[in-house]
């Protein structure tokens, strides 16, 4: 399918049922939340809606091999293959793990972290590329924008918040993209799908849209394009409005609210953007949160993480999650030793990426989609994973919306089965994995 | 306490976050839900709404013990005696239990089955008496009303469906506890609670009201009465407005249902009792359960039983809860030599008490509660257990309104330690677990 593309015919919307989502920056949640109503009734609200061809189009940017006098991308690619990890068992993987840097902006020294999990050896050639936007099949996780995680930008003006610089952090995913698939040029004509998830909702599109719109600039040269063959996003951050008012109504429909605040909200908060914010608003949207008390926004039904010592009982497994998992990944990427084995830059590895910090309901999904006004191509249905309804499904014109059923926000962690199967038909072209009874 | 009652000053409503009920009869939902929103628009609509004094007065009531030739109450008491029960563990347990019959007309034949459980033998001789109604501290669980589980009537005309008889079912319950505090004549003084989950959302405060309505006659009389203290109903069918409403707004914000199915409903279906039903509001209504697909209407998050035999690894821990118990205890029952060990009559045990057959959300239990207009004493707060929340509770004047987070329909099968947390605070008379953080 080299030149082509098939952008939207199957956006994937994996949306869990109970996860109440927040970007990936567990500070203070009223806090961060009051900021994002106010932000809307200020005069530098964030305009991220409207995108020109202009604006997504990359007419020059520096190839990581035109840079100075740097290693081959054969000698780079070699540099940044992962030999173990600390920890790691002693037996090894029976897949590659690449990580490291990509220059997207020499002049101000941006660059951008990755890390790439290859298929397992004796699997096709052929498997697709996805891109993992956001945090972390052949999956490349990708650190984005410059200041989160491990990637960086030497020149701190040069931080692009997301707020403020979504068109910068597109198009710095997109340049990362280009010179990658320098680094790694057999995956250059691969099919390439682009997914993340809260937040992502804005990179994921916007990324796509900049890929669409160079490709088409490319075709014309009759230069090579990028393979993009669909997206996925999940629990994805849409628009304020919509993730606004679906948040508290998902907390009042899932009994963390009382009847009084729902009912305030409803009355004296209407989430347009640009329109002053009373304080009864304000307050009541202050007792929403408080009301909920102290539980995981991230699934409402988990526990907490109470002691942050390993266990000796702990196996590690997926199908145990640990609610402290976030504690270890933290002081694990904090390592000198993981870092080194990274080939990250020594730095201070945080979950905080400091965005929008609120989270994502289902609610807040299907309002948000309600506003697109789709035709719906097959009604709403259930899925099966391993003889259980995994979730449900909608399959609109050029879109698909998909439940995945008792998952919180990280979604692996809590459905593994169900995950896999969905995102397996998801790559596959499916609306939603094939063979389920109905 | 003797001779008083505190009815009404700690009503605890149970409810759970996500446990959607139906009574007690796993038959086809889709029909009983048709059959309840038909059966308000019919000329023979059940009216439950209103009781008189006269309607719960009971003169005259045969004393088991004035029954004929019967064996004295202690000696029935001691026939009723459980020895061991198959399977038990060999080294016993370390309290009693008693189950068999008490008789509530003799003319009819019509026998009440009780399974009852005592506090272990070293614990105090004022521990309190619960009566749980529907199905199963010392704990005396009631199967009512006749025709239910092992309780039967000779007479099949006489059998009480609770749609035309709750008024006789509560008086033969208010004769069965008679009856049983004369063959267990240390509990006639202690204090009593009654508790039960379901459609016991109209037989609790049914029997409660009968209770408070003879215990006045007989004070007059100056004759002794049941000491109650209060009553607790779980995920209760409180009426039929609220219940069916509460059901469909459940499932929409569940992501169960399609945003058109939600909206012919609210738009199609006003549920008022007495008005006649669309069409359409019938087959939007079809449309919600063929829609959410074959899940546990239970607990909507979890599995389904695929394999009902017994597995060895099974612990039988409550800790662990197995989707298939209710097959076991449907064929455990149904063991003659168990049947035999209960003193029950040879019959076949089904979980189906063929009542009111839908299920009740915490959606619902707030828009019956809504209904009542009560003064609000202290308003919404999360109560803990085990250092998490365990969910949520306001308290009303003279009715406290209680969530258990992320537990089914069975809440102690799901939330072992919060519904224990939960009952002791019940019955220590505190609106919730005393000690949370606020």
Known sequence: MKNTFALCSYLLLLVTLLGLVFSNCKANQVDNLDELINSRSSENAPKTLSWTKEDAYIPKYYHTSSIGPSPSQEEQKLADKITALPGQPYYGSNFD?????????????????????????????????????????????????????????????????????DKAAAKDAYVFLVNWLDRFPEYKDREIYITGESYAGHYVPQLAYTIVVNNLFRQIANQSVINLQGIAIGNPWVDDFTGVKGLFDYLWTHALNSDQTHELIETYC????????????????????????????????????????????????????????????????????????????????????????????????????????????????????????????????????????????????????????????????YPSPPGSPK
């Open 97 to 165: 793990q690449y990580a490291g840097y990509v220059t997207v902006d020499p002049n101000v020294g941006r660059d951008l972290f990755y890390y790439f999990v290859e298929s397992p050896a004796n699997s096709s050639q052929y498997n697709p590329l996805v891109l993992w936007l956001n945090g972390v099949a052949n999956v490349l996780f990708l650190e984005s924008p410059a200041g989160v995680g491990f990637s960086y930008t030497q020149n701190d003006s040069q931080t692009f918040f997301p707020t403020s610089g």
């Open 270 to 429: 209407d989430f347009k953007p640009h329109q002053p914010i009373s304080s009864i608003c304000i307050n009541a949207t202050r007792n929403a949160f408080a009301e909920k008390g102290p539980i995981d926004s991230y699934n409402i039904y988990a526990p907490l993480c109470h002691d942050t010592s390993l266990k000796p009982s702990q196996t590690g497994s997926v199908y145990n999650f640990d609610p402290c998992s976030d504690v270890y990944v933290q002081a694990y990427l904090n390592r000198p030793e993981v870092q080194e084995a990274l080939h990250a830059k020594p730095t201070q590895w945080s979950h905080c990426s400091g965005d929008v910090d609120s989270r994502v309901s289902v609610t807040a999904t299907r309002y948000a989609l309600n506003v697109l006004k789709l035709p719906i191509v097959t009604p709403w249905y259930p899925w099966y994973s391993e003889n259980e309804i995994g979730g449900y499904a909608v399959q609109y014109k050029g879109l698909v919306f998909a439940t995945v059923r008792g998952a919180g926000h990280m979604v692996p962690s809590w459905q593994p089965e169900r995950a896999f199967n969905l995102i397996l038909a998801f790559l596959s072209g």
